[in-house]
């Protein structure tokens, strides 16, 4: 029996279509051209301590598959921000999570875009950016950036279509870890835990 709401596969279709039409205008930024899948955003979240009281980062929500894998995990809207470069991704999900915080700017830029927020702790990172489309030295002092507002030990957990990290080993002041392989996404995804010790 399905238990699911009579909407549920028509919201999906929905922003799918959303998706692939703004994947078409601008490729680069997009990366992808259907939104994450939920099992994939079910274990990206799963990441989250929700314990620890901090805010959470969510970098490239898109549609917000995984921003609503983030808030099922229990985590309060308040302590949730996300960061959105597009303006009509960052309408949509305002418009759909009303109580989180959603930021549209550069993620590349944190300081800028996060402003009175700049200096905030959150207990991990949750990007769903399109690295390799980005020159190497920018994904390296992308990650360094977000791991600078991060707790030590604290993952900044990252997806990719390829079989590597898209930011290499030994480049930064970072380590890396697979966190395996979703098959139920389009197309499968690698998940990929970058951290410094704690």
């Not at 915080?101 to 402003?115: E, H, K, P």
Request: charged fraction near 20%.
């Amino acid at each position: 029996m399905n238990n699911r709401p009579a909407n549920a596969n028509s919201s999906g279709l929905r922003d799918g279509f959303h998706f692939l039409k703004a994947w078409l205008r601008q490729p680069k930024s997009v990366g992808s051209v259907w939104p994450t899948g939920a099992p994939m955003a079910r274990k990206m979240a799963s990441v989250i301590d929700v314990s620890s009281g901090l805010p959470v980062l969510e970098i490239g929500p898109g549609t917000g598959t995984i921003t609503k894998a983030i808030l099922e995990t229990g985590l309060a809207p308040e302590k949730f921000w996300t960061i959105e470069y597009s303006k009509a991704f960052a309408d949509k999900l305002r418009a759909k999570f009303p109580a989180i915080n959603v930021v549209q700017g550069d993620a590349f830029d944190l300081n800028t875009t996060l402003g009175d927020q700049k200096n905030t702790v959150f207990d991990c990172a949750i990007s769903a950016l399109p690295l390799l489309n980005f020159p190497l030295p920018a994904r390296i002092a992308f990650v360094d950036d977000v791991l600078d507002r991060l707790p030590k030990g604290r993952p900044l957990i990252q997806f990719s279509y390829g079989a590597k990290s898209p930011v290499p080993p030994g480049l930064g002041n970072y380590s890396i870890k697979r966190f395996g392989m979703v098959l139920r996404n389009v197309p499968p995804a690698q998940l990929w835990i970058y951290s410094r010790a704690g």
